[in-house]
């Protein structure tokens, strides 16, 4: 159905650009299109005596050559289908997004047409003082370029940057700026159901260069004047990755290598899901309920009501496995208990170089064979404290009771050490490689060892 209804709208459009003289007494043509977002049918009115120079030449514009020097050194795919438009070129993008490519006898020719649209695209202006209203689809946008005008319809606008950067800035249209991708559409819904307006727009950057890398990011402006910001990540590790690294308050942000404080105009709040990151920053937090509806409770930033269960950063006990194993030697240390939180297979190969990690001889197994199950893909939803004890005795065997998380983030592993009734007096060294499931921890997490012995 979608396929035809841009086929209609685009011989709509060209019906329009072809005409190149004035007919009499010509019947009105009127073609019913029903629109992609609203269930509703609309009718628009068509004559054929909008005198427009120049004319239209029946001339193939090979879309996937204009796209090749974008593409060449990206790794997203479109799938491209041509179709015949009454003169016109026509290509099916992937994700229901249509072109036409329309070439003109000149340059002039191609110019006036385009100065008969208004900035929207939807109205053109015929040279007899005819105006047309124009339906599309999904929004659209028009760029003039030497004797073509390009016609981009779209409901995300994902590839309107690769034609803004081969074809310059669009005449007419929803703007340069319009991106509304699909992960934006439920808030979308959400915020339309609670009874505001959104304009979505692509904003590469926003200003908060420490974020790591993102595949697209999205501001909605919402018509009660606040604003919200999408961050679309490769996948949904990646973005539980990035949501570890802000402090509770989101205060804080800890990178590969480095911590920076941030201050917000507003208070903040952070949401995740899949992998999208939502940021909302506002001092009335008029939008909460709507963005909850979909997110669920913020993971970082000002506290808030919230009738629903809190995911995994809330506080109390964790969801964990542990290790324990003997220690060859105290690795030069001289202050017990230690932590470090380890968060990759680098960072874990690391600390074993720098702390010289070994296991006892007398334990059938070596620190490699413990410690191959931690890949990156097992990083990429877990992570890893490593405890390093010193015990008073060889006879005391250590094992971990709870693990528990605060309201900062921060973590307590209570370890049971008592005393045996009968032990030796030699000294002992343990590592308790304990394993955080389903979550990753901030970098820089404090972590204190509760013993049982005090």
């Known amino acids: 159905m979608k396929r035809i209804l841009s086929t209609i709208l685009a011989i709509t459009m060209l019906l329009s650009l072809t005409a190149c003289g004035s007919k009499e007494n010509d019947p009105e043509v009127t ?22 120079p120049g004319s239209v030449t029946v001339e193939k ?5 204009v796209f090749e020097g974008v593409y060449s050194y990206t790794e997203r795919n479109f799938d491209t289908r041509s ?28 110019a006036q047409a385009a100065s008969q649209f208004d900035a929207s695209g939807t109205t ?8 047309t209203e124009y339906e599309y689809v999904y929004p659209v946008h028009f760029w003039l370029n030497g004797s073509s005008i390009v016609f981009y319809c779209s409901e995300t606008g994902e590839f309107l940057q690769d034609f803004n950067a081969i074809l310059g800035t669009e005449f007419a249209g929803s703007g340069s700026d319009y991106y509304r991708p699909a992960y934006a559409n439920e808030l979308i ?19 908060q260069d ?21 961050y679309e990540y490769s996948d949904e590790y990646e973005a539980l990755d990035e949501a570890s690294r802000y402090s509770a308050t989101a205060s804080f942000y800890s990178g590969e290598s480095f ?26 937090g008029e939008l909460l309920d709507a963005i909850s509806s979909v997110y669920g409770y913020q993971f970082a930033g000002a506290d808030y009501d919230y009738d629903g269960e809190k995911p995994w950063y809330a506080t109390g006990t964790v969801d964990y496995d542990y290790y324990t194993v003997p220690a060859e030697s105290d690795g030069g240390l001289s202050i017990f208990p230690q932590s470090v939180v380890i968060r990759s297979q680098y960072e874990l190969d690391t600390t074993h170089d720098v702390l010289d990690l070994e296991i006892s001889d007398n334990v059938d197994t070596t620190w490699a064979l413990l410690t191959a199950k931690y890949t990156d893909e097992w990083f ?4 890893l404290i490593l405890v390093l004890l010193e015990e008073p005795s060889g006879s005391i065997n250590p094992y971990v009771t709870d693990v528990t998380r605060d309201e900062n983030r921060n973590y307590t592993i209570y370890i049971n050490d008592d005393y045996p009734e009968v032990f030796t007096n030699d000294m002992a060294y343990w590592y308790v490689l304990v394993e955080i499931t389903g979550t990753k921890v901030n970098p820089n997490t404090q972590v204190e060892i509760a013993s049982s012995r005090g």
């Open 124 to 131: 053109f202006y015929g040279s007899d003082d005819t105006i």
């Open 83 to 110: 179709y015949e438009s009454n003169g016109g070129t026509g290509y099916t993008l992937e994700n229901d997004q249509y072109v036409d490519i329309y070439e003109y006898d000149s340059e002039e020719a191609a």
């Open 380 to 383: 990429k939803e877990n992570d």
């Open 259 to 284: 911590t920076i404080g941030i201050d917000y105009a507003s208070p903040v709040h952070l949401f995740v899901h899949d992998n999208v990151i939502a940021q909302y920053c506002s001092s009335s």
């Open 189 to 207: 819904y959400s915020l339309w159901d609670a009874g505001y307006n959104v304009s979505p727009k692509y904003c590469p950057g926003s200003g």
């Open 61 to 65: 514009v090979d879309i996937v050559a």
């Open 210 to 230: 420490y974020l790591k890398e993102t595949v697209s990011e999205c501001m909605l402006a919402v018509s009660n004047g606040d604003v919200i910001y999408l």
């Open 31 to 52: 073609t019913e299109a029903t629109l992609a977002s609203e269930d509703t049918s609309v009718t628009t009115s068509i004559t054929e005596d909008e005198a427009v």
